[in-house]
C-alpha cells in the first residue's frame, strides 16, 4: 500500500489547460477503473470531480476530464478559472485497498 | 439532502484508545460502503479503512491493521471507527465519506490530537 503519485505543484494562467498525473501500480491504477479526483480548498471537506477515471458528477463543469493509460491516471482542467486553484488529490481502488496521492497543489496566477 | 456528522474526536494521551462515530442522514445507509480517511495538519488525506453496506467486509490501510476497527449500525444509520493504541502520528481530521460512484459526500471532519 503506498501512496500514488502527483507532482507537488501545478500553475496555469487563466483560459490556460493543465493537466496533474497520478502515477500508482499494476495492482491499483492500472488494475482498475475505479481513480477518482477530488478538490480540496482550505479548512474544507474534498470536493469530488472526476469518478471512475472518466465520469463527471452532475454540476461539475466539463471542463474537468479524466484519462488513464496504463499506471498513470490524469485530470485535466481547461479554460483555468481563478476557483480552480486549490489542492487535488487522486484516490485509486486496489482490491484490498484505497489509495491517494500526495496531493498537488494548482495555482492559477 | 445527503449529511454526514462527525463525532467522538478530541485529545488523548499515547496508548490510549477513543471512538469516533459519523452519523448519516438523507440516503439509504445499508446501501453504501463506507469509509474514514484521515488529514494529519498541512497534509494530504490518507485513506483508513472502510466498510461494505451490509458490513460484510472491512479493509484497512497497513498503518492501522489491527489497532483500528470499523464497523456499522445500520439501524442506527451510523459508522464507527474505534482507534486503540493511538500514536503521535495519528493526529489527524478524520472524514467520514460515502461510497457510491466516488466518494461524493464527506462529513465536516473531527479532529484526533494524540500528545502527551
Known amino acids: 500500500q503506498s501512496a500514488l503519485t502527483q507532482p507537488r505543484s501545478v500553475s496555469g494562467s487563466p483560459g490556460q489547460s493543465i493537466s496533474i498525473s497520478c502515477t500508482g501500480t499494476d495492482r491499483d491504477v492500472g488494475g482498475y477503473n475505479f481513480v477518482s479526483w477530488y478538490q480540496q480548498h482550505p479548512g474544507k471537506a474534498p470536493k469530488l470531480m472526476i469518478y471512475?477515471?472518466?465520469e463527471r458528477p452532475s454540476g461539475v463543469p466539463d471542463r474537468f476530464s479524466g484519462s488513464k493509460s496504463g499506471n498513470t491516471a490524469s485530470l485535466t482542467v481547461s479554460g483555468l478559472q481563478d476557483e480552480d486553484d486549490g489542492d487535488y488529490y487522486c484516490c485509486s481502488y486496489g482490491g484490498t485497498y484505497f489509495s491517494f496521492g500526495g496531493g498537488t497543489k494548482l495555482t492559477v496566477l | 439532502e445527503v449529511q454526514l456528522v462527525e463525532s467522538g474526536g478530541g485529545l488523548v494521551q499515547p496508548g490510549e484508545s477513543l471512538r469516533l462515530s459519523c452519523a448519516a442522514s438523507?440516503?439509504?445507509?445499508?446501501?453504501?460502503?463506507m469509509h474514514w480517511v484521515r488529514q494529519a495538519p498541512g497534509k494530504g488525506l490518507v485513506w483508513v479503512s472502510c466498510?461494505?453496506?451490509?458490513?460484510?467486509?472491512?479493509k484497512y490501510a497497513d498503518s492501522v491493521k489491527g489497532r483500528f476497527t470499523i464497523s456499522r449500525d445500520n439501524a442506527r444509520d451510523t459508522v464507527y471507527l474505534q482507534m486503540n493504541s493511538l500514536r503521535a502520528d495519528d493526529t489527524a481530521v478524520y472524514f467520514c465519506?460515502?461510497?457510491?460512484?466516488?466518494?461524493?459526500?464527506w462529513g465536516q471532519g473531527t479532529l484526533v490530537t494524540v500528545s502527551s
Open positions: 466498510i461494505e453496506g451490509d458490513a460484510s467486509t472491512t
Open positions: 471512475d477515471v472518466t
Open positions: 465519506t460515502r461510497d457510491g460512484g466516488g466518494l461524493a459526500y
Open positions: 438523507g440516503f439509504t445507509f445499508r446501501n453504501h460502503r
